[in-house]
């Protein structure tokens, strides 16, 4: 079976660099956002993707300052190599602070909801579809954005269904002694409360003026907005995520019982097939490692099937 995977991972990869001579790929800006739209060769009013990466400066491609496995672009060449058009753009803080955003303590969670808003109305009628693929953090944000503004598809790609400051208790959890861990988490349940820490704890690094920023972003709760969206959705998790628990995708599919789920034995949390833990941690710095080939025929199959639009 493995030799198969392998097989097929490389097929894929193949037809990803076809795809990509034929695709075409533009560089665009709306407002402050810059933006790459790519669309596959010889398709006319082909569906949509929106990529929306997780979490921190993180620019179109899925790359971080440290970390680099080129999520969104991988997946941007499988989607053009299946007919797919796709627009993935630069977070807020990607590339530098750009002094359109305003101050970074200034900075709310829904400015991220409005920049994917703003997107989507640039794609507006340009497209057969408009389907929001959110990775990670961007799983909360393409769900609150599905709330704000008319879309055909959801997917969601390794996203919690928890508040990302409960979720980051249960990932510290998992890496500090009880008498470092407890002083952080009262920190952070303070934060969330919408007050100030200071001074804070030793491990915790949020200067007073950003905690009104963060406590935004941690504060937000997926499960009530995923539970008002109508349209179809995909909810996809893997089994290697060391990031992101199975309990998570469970609490997706129940508060939208309609959604279509993938659970992938092998799949990590940037989207790629692993045997272990060394496979996982170098995977993040690993930009040509195939996506995970099932997952992409599924968000394929998903954006392109007939369907309710």
């Known amino acids: 079976m493995r030799s198969v995977a392998i097989h097929c991972a ?9 795809s990509a001579a034929s695709a075409e790929e533009s560089a665009i ?17 082909p569906p949509v993707a929106l990529l929306i990466a997780g ?33 993935r753009y630069d977070k807020r803080g990607a590339r530098g602070w750009k002094a359109e955003f305003g101050k970074p303590e200034d900075f709310r969670f829904k400015d991220y909801v409005g920049d994917a808003t703003s997107l989507v109305d640039f794609l507006r009628g340009k497209f057969a579809r408009i389907v929001l693929v959110g990775h990670s953090e961007g799983g909360l944000v393409a769900i609150l954005t599905a709330r704000r503004t008319p879309v055909d598809r959801l ?6 269904a928890r508040r990302q400051g409960d979720l ?5 959890e998992k890496q500090l002694p009880p008498d ?9 349940d303070t934060i969330m409360a919408g007050q100030i ?23 937000e709760d997926p499960i009530d907005p995923l539970k008002q969206i109508t349209i179809p959705i995909l909810i996809v998790g893997g089994a290697r995520d060391s990031q992101i628990a199975r309990l998570d995708m469970v609490a997706l599919a129940a508060a939208a019982p309609a959604a279509k789920s993938l659970w992938l034995p092998e799949m990590n949390h940037v989207l790629v097939d692993v045997a272990n833990e ?32």
Do not use: H, W
């Open 10 to 18: 490389a097929a894929l990869a193949l037809a990803a660099l076809t």
């Open 29 to 45: 800006r709306v407002g402050p956002i810059d933006a790459v739209l790519t669309t596959p060769a010889g398709v006319e009013r």
């Open 55 to 87: 979490s921190g400066s993180t620019d179109r491609d899925g790359n971080g300052p440290q970390l680099k496995p080129a999520t969104l672009k991988k997946l941007a060449e499988q989607l053009a190599a299946r007919g797919i058009a796709t627009l």
């Open 155 to 160: 997917v969601l790609l390794a996203a919690s």
């Open 168 to 172: 980051l208790k249960a990932q510290l």
């Open 180 to 188: 470092k861990l407890q002083p952080i988490v009262k920190a952070i």
């Open 197 to 219: 820490v200071d001074p804070l704890p030793d491990g915790l690094r949020l200067p007073p003026a950003l905690q009104p920023a963060m406590a935004s972003a941690f504060a």
């Open 278 to 309: 060394d496979e996982n941690l170098s995977s993040y710095n690993d930009p040509d490692r195939p996506l995970d080939p099932d997952m992409v025929d599924a968000v394929a199959g998903f954006i392109a099937a007939a369907g309710p639009r």
